[in-house]
């Protein structure tokens, strides 16, 4: 599993409420992302991280936010959740050498009511 | 968008090889082609990658067709644990685009006794 874990693993909240995820990977890996799988669907890149302070956009940013203030943990967080985003997120690193190859947590279902 | 074109789902008897098709028509010189997979509800595990030439690893074969236009994975003795979506995904090299893959649909593999 490539050291990575993510909490919490199941979450219910409600419209309008803050909401922090946590990834937690143990072997300094500089690259960290994170995805959401909604049902019959592929994985969509929500943010990714190349290093510790250093995040960028994937393809669906939009409600999210990311930070790194340390090379194990990356987060994200939704400002003020919306039922839209209720979906299953994974969190994934980059190990490797010139080509590396991704390694994803177990996931975070998160349910907005 | 994904770059690929994958079989919605297939069959495949236990024991017997699975060759799983991918289509990528536009793939461009620098990118490489990528197969993971995703057992119910798990995050998706990496199985094997290549850029032009084919490649074999403990899991699977990966067979890339001369113009690159097209690929499959083959697991050569297929079991029921290997039930599964299967992704086939287009990469940019790393250094272009820190490794982001962007996933399509998928096969649903369904391997029977």
């Known amino acids: 599993d490539a050291g990575i874990t993510q909490s919490p693993r199941h979450k219910v909240t409600e419209t309008g409420t803050p909401v922090t995820l946590r990834c937690h990977q143990t072997?300094?890996?500089?690259?960290m992302y994170w995805y959401r799988q909604d049902p019959g669907h592929g994985l969509r890149l929500i943010h990714y991280s190349y290093g510790v302070k250093d995040t960028d956009k994937g393809e669906v940013s939009d409600g999210y936010s990311v930070s790194r203030s340390k090379t194990e943990d990356f987060l994200l967080t939704l400002e003020s959740a919306t039922s839209s985003q209720t979906s299953v997120y994974f969190c994934?690193?980059?190990?490797?050498?010139?080509?590396?190859?991704?390694?994803f947590g177990p996931g975070t279902r998160l349910t907005v009511l | 968008d994904a770059k690929t074109t994958q079989p919605p789902s297939m069959d495949c008897a236990e024991g017997r090889a699975a060759n799983l098709p991918c289509n990528h028509s536009t793939i461009s010189g620098n990118e490489y082609v990528y197969w993971y997979r995703q057992i119910h509800s798990q995050g998706p595990q990496y199985i094997i990658h290549?850029?032009?030439n084919n490649e074999t690893n403990e899991m699977a074969s990966l067979i890339i067709t001369e113009d690159r236009k097209s690929s499959t994975l083959i697991l050569p003795h297929a079991t029921l644990r290997d039930t599964a979506v299967y992704y086939c995904i287009v990469r940019a090299a790393f250094y272009n685009q820190g490794g982001k893959l962007i996933f399509g649909q998928g096969t649903e593999l369904s391997v029977k006794p």
């Open positions: 290549g850029l032009k």
């Open positions: 072997e300094n890996h500089r690259y």
């Open positions: 994934a690193i980059s190990v490797g050498d010139s080509e590396p190859e991704q390694f």
